[in-house]
């Protein structure tokens, strides 16, 4: 019902949206009569306001191509390991032609980054796994859009599900749930030990 809800509201806005962007290029035309009225700067941004909140906004990529470890550069492929109707969880995959920064990767241990249900893309994490990279192989939950989409299943259990998706579990494998903050850098453990998640 939410998501009927969200979805009614995003189609009644986007007329208003792409009159508001048009009514701000107005304002803010030296060749309109508009740009020469009084105030017509603070018409501007007004209505440029309401066309950024009303508008909607494409998904940015990952862009993580290389990282760095130990001095050592290493490619980064990202693939989707699992599809399900309400997320994808995405791996970094890491690949280097040095065989002792090969043995490393493969010793070290697989985090799980959990992304925010906050309405903001996995992307904004982009800083928070590429740091990961460097010490872990990193899995993230990539939430889809709830734009056209119905879905009844809360939170807790689309989690629920998504990690009974995948097979087998990795041994010693550990759970991040980070939000697009400055501290979201931080690992998922303190004293630097993988941490099993909590069922």
């Known amino acids: 019902m939410l998501y009927q809800?969200?979805?009614?509201?995003?189609?009644?806005?986007?007329?208003?949206?792409d009159?508001?962007?048009?009514?701000?290029?107005?304002?803010?035309?030296?060749l309109s009569p508009l740009a020469h009225l009084p105030h017509a700067?603070?018409?501007?941004?007004?209505?440029?306001?309401?066309?950024?909140?009303?508008?909607?906004?494409?998904?940015?990529?990952?862009?993580?191509?290389?990282?760095?470890?130990?001095?050592?550069?290493?490619?980064?492929h990202e693939r989707v390991e699992i599809d399900?109707?309400?997320?994808?969880?995405?791996?970094?995959?890491?690949?280097t032609d040095d065989p002792a920064t090969l043995t490393r990767l493969k010793s070290q241990p697989v985090v799980l980054i959990v992304a925010p249900l906050s309405g903001h893309y996995a992307t904004l994490l982009r800083d928070t796994v590429r740091t990961?990279?460097?010490?872990h192989k990193v899995y993230i939950t990539d939430w889809k859009n709830a734009h056209g989409r119905c879905r009844r299943a809360s939170s807790t259990r689309r989690l629920r599900q998504l990690r009974a998706g995948v097979h087998p579990p990795p041994a010693g494998y550990g759970t991040a749930t980070m939000s697009a903050s400055p501290?979201?850098?931080k690992a998922a453990s303190a004293d630097g030990q993988p941490r099993r998640p909590h069922r």
């Open 5 to 17: 809800l969200y979805e009614t509201q995003r189609t009644l806005m986007e007329p208003f949206a």
């Open 19 to 30: 009159l508001a962007q048009a009514t701000a290029r107005a304002f803010n035309n030296p």
């Open 41 to 76: 700067q603070r018409f501007a941004a007004g209505y440029s306001l309401l066309h950024r909140l009303g508008k909607d906004y494409e998904k940015p990529e990952f862009g993580i191509r290389t990282v760095s470890v130990d001095g050592v550069s290493v490619a980064i």
């Open 84 to 95: 399900k109707p309400f997320c994808e969880l995405r791996r970094f995959k890491r690949f």
């Open 132 to 135: 990961m990279l460097k010490d």
């Open 183 to 185: 501290r979201a850098g």
